[in-house]
């Protein structure tokens, strides 16, 4: 019995060492596309994406298309020395971090965000808030209306392409673009470790 063991054991070993290798030849498709380049699937997702946002907000993306990339900033820790409490701070609040946009996403969240700002002059409440917002053509399912009294804030996802869009219902209002929150959603979240 033992002798049947190890041949079978060796069997084994060898199928297994072969798993998850891909043998790509010259003219074989797999592989031809580069890393950074989007599948022509979602290539075409995104330009169906943006031809609805075209449509529903006309006027507010046609000048994001070419929007050059935008300065980087010096990276803190490249310039400040080694901080545990800041390290321990921003491990803490990681679960704040926003997904960073591409530039034409930066302009039009831009574009939205001072659209919504003039869209909501001399509303005062939530209700009103809501209304106005599915009047310049946010979905309710992608608007969150939330606190109370003087302290309405509300986020709204861009349909389609969305950078986020928050702010706080005045006066002043006040509307501001990012991106989407890691832990999902335009909200910021609440919580963590």
Known sequence: MRRLLLPAAAVGLLLLAGC???????????????A?????DRAAQREAALAEHAERFPGVGERCADAPPSPSAPSAAATE???PERAKYAEN??????????????CRGRAHAGRIAEGLAGVRDGQGLRAALERLGYPADHVEV??????VRF??????VGPCVSGL????????AHGPYMEGGCVEPRGGH
Do not use: C
């Open 20 to 34: 998850g290798t891909e043998r790509v030849s010259a003219g074989s498709s797999a592989g031809a596309s580069s």
């Open 36 to 40: 950074g380049s989007p599948s022509p």
């Open 81 to 83: 020395p080694y901080d």
């Open 93 to 106: 609040n990681a679960f704040k971090q926003e997904l960073p946009m591409r530039p034409d996403a930066e």
């Open 146 to 151: 939330y606190g109370t009294g003087a302290d």
């Open 155 to 160: 986020s709204v996802m861009v349909p389609g």
């Open 169 to 176: 219902l005045g006066p002043p209002t006040s509307a501001e």
